[in-house]
């Protein structure tokens, strides 16, 4: 990170883990990137002992130094129970990005808990309908997974949503084009790299926490340092995915995970 071109590392978590409260789902593939609670503090403190703030993703649009952009998939209930406390102790702000079609379902943010989360100060983003793969997706497929997501999780809560997140970290150029077309200001992928300015907004990078990073690790991904490592395996995923198709790819992960 230089003075000149400052950059911003965006984070990507998921459900966090409670004692006592079940997952909303128990496939390994699922259960690495759910981090305790107390994992979770730990890290928003570490940012802050860093000298770095936590931000939702329309602020760290404007790359402010010492930033860290904290952003969540899927909408998952521990959003408001665990995350958004922790977050407001510090005086964070995060982008919590929500499955339209997932509101209400057990484990997941009611409408009211989504209106309890915007109300107090979080940015609402989109993650799509139903969770898709988009580069699995024909046109209208696409259109109804971000488009009409956004126009539903505005109804709820009146107001504008502007940010959108890929199921599976992946889309493509239809999808982008019509996540323009449906107004969205950015698209955000699971490509472990920091963003700057010159950044395209619409295929931001962000780094997926999984369980278990130790404190150097997380520091390092958070100032951008050694994210080539985590990319590197990405790279490698994708390949596998495009080689394998993600179902083939999906079905793989879990046996080798879950043995
Ligand atoms: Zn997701």
Redesign the pocket.
């Known amino acids: 990170m230089t003075a000149t071109h400052p950059s911003v590392v965006f984070l990507m978590y ?1 459900e966090l883990a409670l004692p006592g409260r079940g997952l909303v789902e128990s496939e390994p593939g699922y259960v690495r990137y759910v981090l305790d609670a107390g994992e979770f503090e730990w890290q928003m403190r570490a940012i802050r002992d860093l000298g770095f703030r936590g931000i939702g993703v329309r602020q760290a649009l404007d790359f402010p130094s010492q930033s860290v952009a904290i952003t969540f ?2 909408g998952c209930e521990t959003d408001l129970l665990s995350a958004a406390p922790v977050l407001k102790q510090l005086g964070f702000g995060a982008t919590f ?1 929500v ?1 339209a079609g997932w509101i209400g379902k057990p484990g997941f943010l009611s409408a009211a808990q989504l209106r309890e989360l915007h109300e107090a100060g979080f940015e609402i983003g989109c ?2 309908m139903t ?1 898709p793969y988009l580069s699995d997706l024909d046109e209208a497929g696409l259109y109804r997974e971000i488009g009409e997501a956004k126009d539903a999780i505005e109804q709820l809560l009146g107001g504008r949503i502007e940010h959108f ?1 890929c ?3 992946r889309s493509d150029h239809r999808a982008i084009r019509i996540a323009k077309q449906a107004g969205f200001e950015t698209v955000a992928t699971s490509v472990p790299r920091a963003n700057r300015s010159s950044t395209n907004p619409f295929s931001l990078g962000r780094v997926a926490i999984k369980r278990g990073v130790s404190v150097d690790g997380f520091q390092n991904i958070c100032v951008g340092r050694a994210l080539w490592k985590i990319e590197l395996s990405g790279d490698l995923r994708d390949s596998a995915k495009r080689i394998l198709g993600n179902r083939t790819y999906d079905r793989m992960r879990s046996m080798i995970l879950g043995k």
């Open positions: 998921h998939d899927d990005y499955v993650h799509s969770h997140s199921p599976g970290g």
